[in-house]
Structure formats: structure tokens, C-alpha cells
T-cell receptor, first 112, second 113 residues
Framework: NAGVMQNPRHLVRRRGQEARLRCSPMKGHSHVYWYRQLPEEGLKFMVYLQKENIIDESGMPKERFSAEFPKEGPSILRIQQVVRGDSAAYFC??????????FGQGTRLTVV | AQSVAQPEDQVNVAEGNPLTVKCTYSVSGNPYLFWYVQYPNRGLQFLLKYITGDNLVKGSYGFEAEFNKSQTSFHLKKPSALVSDSALYFCAVSYGGYQKVTFGTGTKLQVIP
């Protein structure tokens, strides 16, 4: 059973471009979470999704950020018109309906 | 709102000595408490959890944590530190289930040979 898969591992974008981060949850996991880790900081919750539903997006910036978890395929975190302050490690985690979360290795986004 | 605090940014301990990484949580219902470890340029690895039952929880790599309700603490401990334990440790809490886990700011553990 493969773990949580995130790709790409590293992503470089110029200011103003779009960044798309992908997360494939562990088999059998129906819950996906996205966290952001800024340099020298802890993890900040961004959004919690179940298949085709956003359950809690209280940690998502109001503009430019969006997330989805379609019926088929990976969960996507999309950042439009990236700025330097978006540079961070973005971690995805998945869990079954009642169990602890398992994390992917993260996508490190660098905005130049 | 749920929250968790890790009062120490860094903990230094000599190899072979016992280690403690501190964590306290805000009170609201029955918390689920977790410890995760992050090695450099890696994702988070689950170490252990407390849901209910025995206050002393044993986890991976010889780590354990003690749930103390009166002090609202969940400190991570290990009897004998290894250099390979050097990493960033995160305490986390959720209420009413596993969803929306809130993380502390992390404590960097440095084990000195």
C-alpha cells in the first residue's frame, strides 16, 4: 500500500504564474487535508476535503487559492498568480473516516 | 478554538540521556493528541496518539508520551536519546475526531554525540 503521494516534489514558478499541486491519498482513505509550512514555522491547516466536498476551508487564503478532491483522481491545490510569499512547503495528508492522518513528503514551491 | 503549544523552540540533549519535548493543549471536550516527527526535507511521520485509555502511550522508535489532564499536557519522552532522533517534533490536537488537526509550532530536538 503506497503512502500519500505528492507531486511534484519541487516546483518553481515565476511571479504571476499558476501552481498546481497534486496529492494522491492512501488507498482506502477518503479524507484529504492540506497544510502549509513556511520557513522556520510550523504547519498551518489550510483545507479539509472529502470526495467532491470541501468540509473546512477556514485556513485557505480568501483569494488565489483553491482546492478540490474530485470523484476520480488526485486532490489538487491550485494557487493562481503566485507571489513570493507563497513560497513554502505544502503538505497533503490523508486519513480514513476514523483514523490518524498520514502525510506525504510535501511539495516545495519556490516563487522567483 | 483548539490549540496546542510547544513552549521550547529547541531542546538539546546528550546522547544516552533521557529527553522530554513539552506540549500543552487548550481545553475543549475530549482531545485527540498526536506527536509527529519531521526529518530534514521530509514529510511528517506519525509517532503516537492518545485517544482514551491509559495515560501513558507508547509509540514508534522507543518514544512515549504521557497524557496529563489536570495539567493539560502531553509531553513526549524517550529514556535514552539517539543522535538519529535529531529532528523537528510536532505536537498536534483535534477534537471530536481525527479531522482538522491543529499543529504546534514544532520543537527542534538536537541530540549531541
Amino acid at each position: 500500500n503506497a503512502g500519500v503521494m505528492q507531486n511534484p516534489r519541487h516546483l518553481v514558478r515565476r511571479r504571476g504564474q499558476e501552481a498546481r499541486l497534486r496529492c494522491s491519498p492512501m488507498k482506502g482513505h477518503s479524507h484529504v487535508y492540506w497544510y502549509r509550512q513556511l520557513p522556520e514555522e510550523g504547519l498551518k491547516f489550510m483545507v479539509y476535503l472529502q470526495k467532491e466536498n470541501i468540509i473546512d476551508e477556514s485556513g485557505m487564503p480568501k483569494e488565489r487559492f483553491s482546492a478540490e478532491f474530485p470523484k476520480e483522481g488526485p486532490s489538487i491545490l491550485r494557487i493562481q498568480q503566485v507571489v513570493r510569499g507563497d513560497s513554502a512547503a505544502y503538505f497533503c495528508a490523508s486519513s480514513p473516516s476514523n483514523g490518524e492522518a498520514f502525510f506525504g513528503q510535501g511539495t516545495r514551491l519556490t516563487v522567483v | 478554538a483548539q490549540s496546542v503549544a510547544q513552549p521550547e523552540d529547541q531542546v538539546n540533549v546528550a546522547e544516552g540521556n533521557p529527553l522530554t519535548v513539552k506540549c500543552t493543549y487548550s481545553v475543549s471536550g475530549n482531545p485527540y493528541l498526536f506527536w509527529y516527527v519531521q526529518y530534514p526535507n521530509r514529510g511528517l511521520q506519525f509517532l503516537l496518539k492518545y485517544i482514551t485509555g491509559d495515560n501513558l502511550v507508547k509509540g514508534s522508535y522507543g518514544f512515549e508520551a504521557e497524557f496529563n489532564k489536570s495539567q493539560t499536557s502531553f509531553h513526549l519522552k524517550k529514556p535514552s536519546a539517539l543522535v538519529s532522533d535529531s529532528a523537528l517534533y510536532f505536537c498536534a490536537v483535534s477534537y471530536g475526531g481525527y479531522q482538522k488537526v491543529t499543529f504546534g509550532t514544532g520543537t527542534k530536538l538536537q541530540v549531541i554525540p
